[in-house]
């Protein structure tokens, strides 16, 4: 190898090196250490650290640093290291140019456990796996466990009194648990029934099988001024009050959603209303709906200073869906989406007519959920038994239909018999009875003679949890003698009432 010395050259323009890998160009400075080196086959090498190809590729083995990496991403190649959580403090978005190569999970594995990602939002494509427990303190403004539906019977599933009612003034509750229709100025009474969703449809899709149905009359005299019908459901104070929902603070949300049907196409509209206090409402409309197809609708509510639930057993949370309501009840000044003191003379902006006026026009509605957060996530769907001792907490069928027994009692005295029942679930306050009544009945025997009532049943003693009566028999036996208590007809019901 021939050293020369650089302040020696001069004039030359060229420098050919013989083929062969052991022949390069080196260059040294003056303190012996070489700096760059040229082999036969033009690989230029700076130091141990870098290499520059012929055609342009560049291998660095120590750290590069650059203000910007422009290009397809794609283009680079080769496993790279582990990216812990310190090493991306400094990452932002203006330093990443072009497109970058999907992050697949297995290649998360090595952010650490302590290491934190606080970016804005991060796409897996495949399984991400962390090796210890994340810490996500709230999903969408929501809690991520516990019963999040404060609405009961929101599927429609329940229907305790029955599954139609028809040719009667049908005005509460009458099939559906929970929800009640009610009408006023109306030529026909409505319908209200308890009916299936149709397969193949959504929400039968989301798991959704019953919806409540108001059936509209034939209202020959057309939409009067005072003319109303309307669906609504109550909750108490007390579960407002401990729901979670800061309902003081306007940055504090319920989200109200539901699944609404009409065979009519039109815009409807409804409120809700605050009893406790000073009663607020808050008007909102389910926007223009298409003609016998199902529309989700929801509705994110902030909270309002003026807002008060009381902890009690009081019903404070009233949800109204008006089918239609007249002109004494609507204003076209009221803002939708907007909590007011309430008015009963402008509850909401003023309703198209057009379901009333239509014989048969049918309003249908599921799905119904109130939940604290910003955000309506998907339907907490609850089992029938669930949701069945949900709903007994406001009313409960103790026995219905014939030869059913019904409870164990005795004669007081001979012309009084007694009986009474342990309530499987407590009530929300102490219930009165709803008792069909008809000619015998009820049969009561004792001392293997039988004796009729005809369901003239009145409370003497009754809490929460038990429920004590009397009757008169139709025949007076000994007092003090046990009896037996067993229903005489189909159409006997007993049940007990503790309805808001």
Same mark, same amino acid.
């Given at each position: 190898m021939t050293?020369?010395n650089?302040?020696?050259?001069?004039g030359?323009?060229?420098?050919?090196l013989?083929?062969?890998?052991?022949n390069v160009?080196?260059?040294? =400075?003056?303190d012996?250490?070489?700096?760059f080196?040229i082999?036969?086959s033009? %690989?230029v090498?700076?130091? =141990?650290?870098?290499t520059?190809?012929?055609? /342009? !590729?560049?291998?660095?083995?120590?750290?590069?640093?650059?203000t910007?990496?422009s290009?397809?991403?794609?283009g680079? =190649?080769?496993?790279l290291? $582990?990216?812990?959580?310190?090493?991306l403090t400094?990452?932002?978005?203006?330093?990443?140019?072009?497109?970058?190569?999907?992050?697949?999970?297995a %290649?998360?594995?090595?952010? *650490?456990a302590? !290491?934190?990602?606080? +970016?804005?939002?991060?796409?897996?494509a495949g399984?991400?796996?962390?090796?210890?427990?994340?810490?996500?303190?709230?999903?969408n403004?929501g809690?991520l466990?516990?019963?999040?539906?404060?609405i009961?019977?929101g599927a429609?599933?329940?229907?305790?009194?029955?599954?139609s009612q028809?040719?009667?003034? $049908?005005?509460?509750?009458?099939?559906v648990?929970r929800f009640?229709?009610?009408?006023s100025?109306?030529d026909?009474?409505?319908e209200?029934?308890?009916? !299936?969703?149709?397969s193949?449809?959504?929400?039968?899709?989301?798991g959704?099988r019953?919806?409540f149905?108001?059936?509209?009359?034939?209202?020959t005299?057309g939409? /009067?001024?005072a003319?109303?019908?309307?669906?609504?459901?109550?909750?108490e104070?007390q !579960?407002? $009050?401990n729901s979670?929902?800061?309902y003081?603070?306007t940055?504090?949300?319920v &989200?109200?959603?539901?699944w609404?049907?009409s065979?009519? *196409?039109?815009?409807?509209? /409804?409120?809700?209303?605050?009893?406790?206090g000073?009663?607020?409402?808050?008007?909102?409309?389910?926007?223009s709906?298409?003609?016998?197809?199902? &529309?989700k609708? &929801?509705?994110?509510i902030?909270?309002?200073?003026?807002?008060?639930?009381?902890n009690n057993?009081?019903?404070?949370?009233e949800?109204?869906i008006?089918?239609?309501?007249?002109t004494?009840?609507t204003a076209?000044d009221?803002?939708e989406?907007?909590w007011?003191?309430?008015?009963?003379?402008?509850k909401? @902006?003023?309703?198209?007519?057009?379901?009333?006026t239509?014989?048969?026009a049918?309003?249908?509605?599921?799905?119904?959920?109130?939940?604290v957060?910003?955000q309506?996530?998907p339907?907490?769907?609850?089992?029938?038994n669930e949701?069945? $001792?949900?709903?007994?907490?406001y009313?409960?069928?103790?026995?219905?239909?014939?030869?059913?027994?019904?409870c164990?009692?005795?004669?007081?005295?001979?012309s009084?018999?007694?009986g009474g029942?342990k309530l @499987?679930?407590?009530?929300? +306050? &102490? @219930?009165?009875?709803d008792v069909?009544?008809?000619s015998d009945?009820y049969?009561?025997y =004792?001392n *293997?003679?039988?004796s009729?009532?005809?369901?003239?049943f009145t409370?003497?003693?009754a809490h929460t949890?038990?429920?004590?009566?009397?009757a +008169?028999p139709?025949?007076?036996?000994?007092?003090g003698?046990? %009896?037996?208590?067993?229903?005489?007809?189909?159409?006997?019901k007993?049940?007990f009432?503790?309805?808001?």
């Amino acid at each position: 190898m021939t050293v020369i010395n650089p302040n020696s050259i001069s004039g030359i323009t060229s420098i050919t090196l013989p083929s062969g890998g052991d022949n390069v160009l080196t260059i040294h =400075t003056n303190d012996g250490v070489e700096r760059f080196r040229i082999d036969s086959s033009g %690989n230029v090498k700076v130091g =141990t650290a870098a290499t520059i190809s012929p055609d /342009g !590729d560049l291998f660095v083995t120590g750290v590069c640093t650059a203000t910007t990496l422009s290009g397809a991403a794609s283009g680079l =190649t080769g496993a790279l290291p $582990a990216i812990s959580g310190a090493n991306l403090t400094n990452l932002t978005a203006g330093n990443l140019t072009g497109a970058l190569p999907a992050i697949s999970g297995a %290649n998360l594995t090595g952010i *650490a456990a302590t !290491d934190n990602v606080r +970016t804005g939002i991060l796409d897996v494509a495949g399984i991400a796996t962390f090796r210890d427990n994340v810490n996500v303190p709230n999903l969408n403004g929501g809690q991520l466990a516990g019963r999040r539906n404060i609405i009961i019977n929101g599927a429609m599933m329940i229907a305790q009194r029955g599954t139609s009612q028809t040719g009667v003034d $049908a005005n509460g509750y009458a099939t559906v648990d929970r929800f009640s229709a009610t009408q006023s100025g109306t030529d026909a009474y409505i319908e209200q029934h308890q009916v !299936d969703v149709a397969s193949g449809t959504t929400p039968y899709t989301n798991g959704f099988r019953k919806a409540f149905q108001v059936k509209n009359g034939n209202q020959t005299s057309g939409a /009067g001024a005072a003319d109303y019908i309307r669906i609504k459901t109550v909750l108490e104070g007390q !579960d407002i $009050a401990n729901s979670g929902w800061n309902y003081k603070s306007t940055s504090s949300f319920v &989200t109200l959603s539901f699944w609404v049907k009409s065979s009519v *196409a039109q815009n409807f509209y /409804g409120f809700i209303r605050s009893t406790d206090g000073t009663m607020q409402q808050y008007p909102f409309s389910t926007g223009s709906l298409s003609a016998d197809t199902w &529309t989700k609708v &929801t509705k994110t509510i902030p909270g309002n200073s003026n807002l008060a639930f009381d902890n009690n057993t009081g019903g404070a949370f009233e949800l109204w869906i008006h089918q239609y309501s007249g002109t004494n009840e609507t204003a076209s000044d009221v803002a939708e989406n907007a909590w007011a003191a309430y008015d009963g003379t402008a509850k909401m @902006p003023d309703n198209t007519s057009t379901w009333y006026t239509t014989d048969d026009a049918t309003f249908e509605l599921t799905g119904v959920q109130l939940e604290v957060g910003s955000q309506a996530t998907p339907f907490e769907h609850r089992s029938v038994n669930e949701e069945l $001792a949900l709903c007994q907490r406001y009313y409960q069928v103790c026995v219905e239909g014939n030869n059913q027994f019904v409870c164990f009692g005795d004669f007081f005295v001979g012309s009084q018999c007694d009986g009474g029942v342990k309530l @499987p679930v407590e009530m929300r +306050t &102490t @219930p009165s009875l709803d008792v069909n009544t008809g000619s015998d009945y009820y049969i009561i025997y =004792t001392n *293997a003679t039988q004796s009729h009532i005809d369901g003239n049943f009145t409370i003497f003693k009754a809490h929460t949890r038990a429920v004590l009566w009397y009757a +008169t028999p139709d025949a007076s036996r000994t007092a003090g003698h046990a %009896n037996r208590w067993i229903t005489a007809s189909s159409s006997a019901k007993i049940a007990f009432d503790a309805e808001i």
